[in-house]
């Protein structure tokens, strides 16, 4: 069978997770780093879209490696090469020494979550996806505030939670999915428009990202989650 017959919606929507990533990495190569970070927040819809869609539609054969596979280039590849055309100058490297230890933990975080089953309530560690929007949105905001230590230090903190056995919950109430689309869709909007508005957004986007960082020490309840 050709491979093309084998793809459904919700593989091909993690084929465009993939492009938007690679889309990030060569708005880096223009020295337009706004714009990449931009592109890995509209990698982060698409992998939502992607699993949302999954529910409903089957994926082909392909889909849960197609899946695996953008991630590590959108949330894995892209933060990367982002933070280091960014900061790499300063102590070249030590960050270069932080961003292996991120994409190694990204990649390690993608292998443990593919030998669990689907059926799963929570994550465990960090979910890639999360990691990659922590760092695209911040370096929305801080871009030029930021110095290279803080990015490392945030990378490196990253990596832990990604590896680490704390408990993060699968968000499925079709109420907090929605929010969060409409929410993601208008910052990535917002970039065309104004991109003074788009950092009053992902500061926004930060505040609830901190949130979802620290909820298994805040103990959120699950039911906030599912609605």
Do not use: W
């Not at 931009?38 to 089957?58: C, N, Q, S, W």
């Not at 089953?117 to 949105?137: H, M, Q, R, Y």
């Amino acid at each position: 069978m050709n491979i093309f017959q084998t793809l459904k919606i919700p593989d091909l929507i993690s084929i465009s997770n993939a492009l938007f990533g690679i889309s990030a990495m060569l708005a880096v190569l223009d020295n337009n780093h706004h714009l990449a970070a931009v592109l890995i927040l509209t990698a982060a819809i698409a992998d939502g879209l992607d699993g949302f869609i999954a529910r409903y539609i089957e994926s082909g054969e392909l889909g849960e490696h197609l899946d695996s596979l953008a991630d590590i280039i959108s949330f894995g590849a892209a933060p990367v090469v982002i933070i280091y055309a960014i900061y790499g100058s300063q102590f070249p490297y030590v960050m270069m020494g932080a961003v292996f230890v991120y994409f190694i933990c990204g990649i390690l975080r993608l292998a443990r979550f593919n030998t669990k089953t689907n059926n799963i309530k929570d994550f465990e560690g960090l979910p890639i996806t999360a990691s990659g929007v922590v760092l695209a949105s911040y370096l929305l905001v801080y871009q030029k505030y930021i110095f290279s230590s803080a990015i490392i230090i945030l990378t490196l903190i990253l990596s832990i939670l990604m590896i680490s056995t704390y408990t993060y919950p699968k968000i499925r109430g079709m109420k907090t999915l929605a929010f969060g689309f409409v929410f993601f869709i208008i910052i990535v909007g917002s970039y065309f428009i104004n991109i003074e508005i788009t950092h009053i957004l992902s500061t926004i986007l930060i505040l609830l990202m901190l949130l979802y960082l620290e909820s298994p020490i805040m103990k959120i309840p699950r039911e906030y989650y599912d609605k």
